[in-house]
Structure formats: C-alpha cells, structure tokens
C-alpha cells in the first residue's frame, strides 16, 4: 500500500528492486498523478483519499510506504509542523483522531503524517517506509518516537545527478548509504533541446557568474533575493533539489555554451524515472498528453526511484 503516491516512483522502485508485488493499492486525490499512474501502470488500485482509507476492507498489507506532503515540515515551507488552522501543534495520534473527530480543520497538508501512523497502526504491515525532508528537530523527533525508529539520512545524489537530502524511517534493518555512483549534470543531459527550453532575452541578459561550489551563475533579477530558483546549473555540478513549484521556472542549465531550462525528460532522469514516464496520462479512459508543467510538478514531488529501490532491496 503507497500511501501520497504521486506517480507511484514506489511502484517502480518495488519492480526495479526485484519484489513482486501481488496488488498494489495507492491513495492519492491529485487527477494528474493518479492519470500518469494509471497509464504506466493499469494493475494499480486507487482507493482514494488517504482520509477516508477503510482498512476493514482491504486484504492484508505487507509493505507500507508514503512520503507525506512535507510542505508544513520544511524549512522552505512554513516550518509549524502539523498543526490546526487554530495553531494547536498536533503530537499524538490520539490527539488527532480526537480533532479530526471533532471536526477541527488543519493547516496545509502536513498534518496528514497522522493518517499514516493511523494507517500504520491499523495495518500492520511487515515493513514500513516513511519519506520526508529535512525539518526541525522538534517535529523530528515526534515523528521518530511515534514510528519507533530513527531515520536514515540518504542524498539521492549517490545514485543520481541531484541533491536530494531525505529522511527516511523503516523498520527494514540495517539500510546502508548507497555507493555514489558519480553521476553529473552532463551525464543526464539530452543533446538536443526545444524551443520550450530556451529562455527568453531578457533573463538571458540577466546572467551573472557566480563563484559558488554549488552553480555556475545566476539570473536573478536585481530587485529580487530569490535564490536556487534564479541559479544557473554547470554541467559538472548536481543539479538543485527538484521541487513541486519548478512547474513556475524549471531549473537552468549551462551546457555546451548554452543557457537553457531543463527539459521534461532530463528532470525525470535526476529522479532515476524511465524517459518520457509522465509525458503520458490515462484520463478517463482517454489517454492524453501531460503539459510540461503538470509533468514538472509531478516529477518534483516524486521520489528518486533508485534510492527507493535501494532501501527496498534490504529486505530480507
Ligand atoms: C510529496 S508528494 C508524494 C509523491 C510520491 N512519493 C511519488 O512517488 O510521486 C505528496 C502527495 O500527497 C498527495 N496528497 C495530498 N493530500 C492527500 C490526501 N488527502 N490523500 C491522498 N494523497 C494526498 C499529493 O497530491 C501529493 O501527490
């Protein structure tokens, strides 16, 4: 059971780690991702809003897996965890089947952490995985005492050409840190490029060199601070984390003298996706093609398949 499945990267992950699997149940409300699913993989079975999950009438569950959205939890995002529009820090599940019970409403998206400890509970899976990014050692820590386990910290840029710093609790024992296979921007770059990676004059204009480990530049209009948004990729370096919000500005590259955005496919190759997985989805029946953008926000708040598969291969 994939629970926030996205496009179903745990899918994926779970063929390229060698498990088969039986029945595949997924929970996820966003149209687009659940269409990109259902035209890679038609087995899967969408139950739907994690909310609303009745465990009484499913089979049994041997894998649990989920990355919750992270948004509340991020430093990038809010920073207040999961908590009430009220602003009551939620800390236990019984606290929150006691608010959710009573109707109270929560902020942003967070706070749903608690449908998969409640699923978690109810479940009883023989193995769990929990994803999430980077946060405060408050709400850490909540989360470590309530699963029971400590999380391992693992950059997705051992086995791809992104930083992808991510947390990730399991009781599947002694995961190790993958072996860095040294992949770079230029590795997973595509020769060609279109039209609708070339950036306009203007931001062209606006490149400046930067002396950074990190990138090669930056386009930064000079009103504004932004940052990693305006950053010029070099092709030795890894690329930038991947977001949800890259669908506004896809990350930029300078490559063979040009300065361009990625593209669809070379995003997905930084989160180890088969080319062209999410160009494609199942609407109702009708297969039809996903815009850049939608693929941009699916693909950013994917996982990198490789590092899912690796964690994956440790069970025994
Ligand atoms: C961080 S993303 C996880 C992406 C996923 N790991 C993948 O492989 O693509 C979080 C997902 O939770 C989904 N989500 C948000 N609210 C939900 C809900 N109530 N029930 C199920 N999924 C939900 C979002 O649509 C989003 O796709």
Known sequence: MSLFDGISCGYEALNRAGIKVNAYYASEINATSIAISKYNHPDIIQIGDVRDIDISKLPQIDILIGGSPCQNFSFSGTGKGAVTIEGIEVTTLEQYLELKNQGFEFEGYSYLFWEYVRILQEVQPKYFLLENVKMAEKWRNIITKTLGYNPILINSNLLSAQNRPRLYWSNITDIKQPKDKGIYIKDVLQDTYSPKEML??????????????YCVGTTKPKFRTIGQRDYVFGDDNKMGCLVATDYKQPKQVLHNGVLRKISPIEAE??????????????????????SNTKRFEAIGNGWTVDIIAHILKHIK
């Open 200 to 213: 306009s004059e203007k931001i062209l204009n606006r490149f400046q060199p930067l002396k950074s480990t």
């Open 269 to 290: 190759r930084f989160q180890t996706l088969e080319d062209d997985y999410t160009k494609y989805g199942l609407f109702e029946n009708e297969v039809k093609e996903v």
